[in-house]
């Protein structure tokens, strides 16, 4: 009896190592968290920049998901600001409302689809077509 419960122990052992060494490898394949906060909280890479005059909408692709932030230019005061991103077939992601440095993330599953993104901050305004096809 005190035999199988030493041969339970390594086995538990053996496992939470292998859990450990698990967990760290699957930590490689995400961003760090200060990545996303850089990107506004979009995980993947920097596909396309829209800007206008007043911000500009970033783009960022993973290898499933698309994601857009719009930014404003100059951060500060409350203004109404709109960030969507919309999958070719599917309906708009929308973020909207008064903020002070970014409307989003909004992010939507696009693996082999094409997006189309809007955003505005103020009064200027960007739309990128269908992109990322």
Do not use: N
Request: with cysteine.
């Amino acid at each position: 009896m005190v035999q199988g419960r030493k041969g339970r122990g390594r086995r538990i052992a053996v496992l939470g190592v292998f859990g450990a060494a698990l967990w760290l490898g699957v930590g490689g394949l995400f961003p760090a968290p200060a990545a996303q906060a850089a990107a506004g909280g979009c995980a993947g890479r920097l596909a396309k920049t829209l800007p206008f005059a007043t911000g500009e909408v970033r783009v960022y692709k993973s290898r499933t998901r698309a994601c857009a932030v719009t930014v404003a230019r100059g951060p500060g005061e409350r203004r109404q600001m709109t960030v969507s991103i919309q999958p070719r077939g599917g309906v708009p992601v929308r973020d909207s409302g008064r903020f002070t440095r970014y409307a989003g993330p909004v992010m939507v599953g696009a693996i082999s689809r094409c997006v189309y993104v809007k955003g505005d901050v103020g009064g200027g305004s960007a739309d990128s077509g269908w992109i990322l096809c």
